[in-house]
């Protein structure tokens, strides 16, 4: 039997296009100046988060419009040093962090970290100058990483998880680390949908079987014969890679097969798809 995983109906009080030419608008208004986020906000409709939920980032809805994604030397120029200070301090009282990173600030920042690179040097010397604590080395986080959370959270709700779910505490990551990542969540689901329903062995290097054989392979054959019973079983390993247990779980609808008991229902509730005995 073949699983269709689908992702549910996109339902949305605003479209991409009615975004993009609401920032046309206000672009055509400003007769061909860089358009920063800080000045759509003064004359556009839609705030930073519609449009983050959307593409991710202010330079992704620049980029999609062809328009430009950083101001020019002149331009440049008529930005203080003090101004840039003061706004990274405002994007650390925003997050409530003491630490602001070069990524954090693209997002929430007014000027872009190139020009603030070219004016101090380097992000380092920009952060010090402001008086925030060095970032240091930030481990990158893979993409198999940020699908094993999303199928966590999906067993876990026993739906698909909400923008509103990945702010309520219980995920490891952020809906930003998403945003930076895939451009958006209504993205990160889909490239998660792909991974899912795609053909290529997983990432853990498990074999992507289909889920009759593997269901064959951890049925045991009991042979009854008077007084002796006979079990016999195909060794196969123990771990399924995340694509198989997320289909299974996904086709009993993320309860126990013999109980019925769900996690989106009990917190405390694990479900396993590996038992050869219920």
């Known amino acids: ?22 920032v046309k608008r206000v672009s055509d208004e400003q007769s061909g100046k860089y358009l920063s986020y800080n000045e759509y906000k003064k004359h556009g409709k839609y705030t ?20 430009r994604t950083k101001r020019n030397a002149e331009e440049f120029k008529r ?31 007014k000027y872009s970290p190139p020009s603030i690179q070219d004016r ?7 952060i ?32 698909q998880p909400t923008t509103t779910d990945m ?18 969540w209504r993205n990160s689901l889909s490239a998660f949908v792909d991974f899912v329903n795609s053909e290529e062995a997983s990432d853990d290097n498990l074999p992507n079987e289909p889920i ?27 771990n399924i890679n995340l694509k198989l247990r997320f289909l299974v779980l996904q086709r009993d609808n993320f309860k126990c097969c013999a109980c019925g008991a769900s996690p989106a229902k009990n917190h405390g509730i694990e479900l396993h798809i590996d038992h050869v005995v219920p």
């Open 120 to 126: 101090f040097g380097n992000w380092a010397n920009f």
């Open 167 to 184: 702010k309520s505490g219980i995920s490891k990551y952020s809906v930003d680390t998403y945003a930076r990542r895939f451009g958006g």
């Open 1 to 22: 039997m073949k699983l269709d995983f689908k992702l549910n109906d996109y339902k949305q009080g605003v479209t991409d296009e009615e975004l993009l030419a609401d």
């Open 79 to 109: 930005i203080s040093t003090d101004a840039m200070i003061e706004d990274v301090k405002r994007v650390a009282a925003l997050l409530n962090k003491s630490v602001v990173t070069r990524e954090e600030y693209r997002i929430h920042g």
């Open 212 to 238: 009759e054989e593997i269901q064959e392979q951890f049925s045991p054959i009991i042979q009854v014969a008077n007084s002796s019973v006979e079990l016999t079983k195909k060794r196969t390993p123990r």
């Open 48 to 67: 930073d988060t519609t449009f983050r939920s959307h593409f991710g980032t202010w330079i992704n809805v620049l980029q999609t419009l062809g328009l």
């Open 128 to 159: 010090e100058a402001a008086g925030i604590k060095s970032t240091g080395f930030v481990k990158k986080i893979d993409d198999y990483e940020l699908f094993k959370e999303i199928e966590r959270l999906w067993i876990f709700f026993g739906r």
